[in-house]
């Protein structure tokens, strides 16, 4: 079924992007389908609005998202307790988690249109830092939680758990917990594999470890990963998708599990999770 109400967010940094929002915009109203615009897209485009990326996640059934990969982990943090589907519509050259370039946006909106467009579910991670005296607040992250040393020289010392059992002490520059999602991001520059959305799993990679036997290790998503600074007084920093880094405090536990919410992520129906693969990592063979 076509959706009645779409929720329109943009990268207002890109370039010409305020006439694709216009014409995108313009392209529902002609198949009679209900546009809510984020503001500052709104404002971009010379139009008025005062609605957030939450109250639109609580009013529409499906947000498009013209932009990048970074666009759409920017709008998932932004959804707060109400998940709805995102559709990306690249910006630029094709991403991990758009599924349409901006040239070929009246193919996409026609899709949409019709009900021809396809679902994914994409596994969240809950990111919460604990210490003696309390819990933080739930960090929700689709791609990955990152421990970096900032600006230090010195490698970080980060003692890992898994389900309560030692996992092993990472003398490294950091670590990175991505999803399946996550798995083509940071991760997979640091070292680790490719993984399929709906492999049911999350990879725990060492980023430049002074140990060469450390290596990425895959784990059930139902796992809870614990992990603490064993040399505090190095500062060690976390970054939940890339949003700005918090220090992680001495005697502090950063505790990451598969949330309970997933993401739907929508795509094109003849995209799929392997061609963009094949496209984006220029794989070719004699069989491709």
Known sequence: ???????????TGKPGVAELINAVADEFLRFKISILIEKE??????????QTVEQLAAKAELLVVLGGDGTILNVAGQLGDVIKPIFGINVGSLGFLTC????????????????????????????????????GVPMIGLNDAVFSRGESSHL????TRVNGEPLTEFNADGLIVATPTGSTAYSL???????????GVLVITPICPHVLTNRSIIVA?????????SEPEYPVYLSVDGRESLRVEQGAVVAI???KKSLQLAAM???????????KLKWSGSNV
């Open 1 to 11: 079924m076509p959706p009645k109400a779409i929720g329109l967010i943009a990268h």
């Open 41 to 50: 897209t709104a404002a971009l485009a010379g139009r008025r609005s005062d």
């Open 257 to 259: 599990r598969k949330a």
């Open 221 to 229: 998503e139902s796992s809870v990963i614990e992990v603490e600074a």
């Open 189 to 199: 520059s640091a070292g680790g594999p490719i993984l399929a959305p709906e492999s």
């Open 100 to 135: 349409s370039s901006s040239p070929a946006f009246r193919e996409a909106v026609e899709c949409i249109a019709n009900g021809k467009i396809t679902f994914s579910d994409r596994a969240l991670l809950e990111v919460t830092i604990k210490d003696s005296q309390r819990a």
């Open 269 to 279: 129906p003849d995209v799929s999770f392997f061609s963009v693969v094949r496209q």
């Open 156 to 159: 970080i010392r980060l003692r």
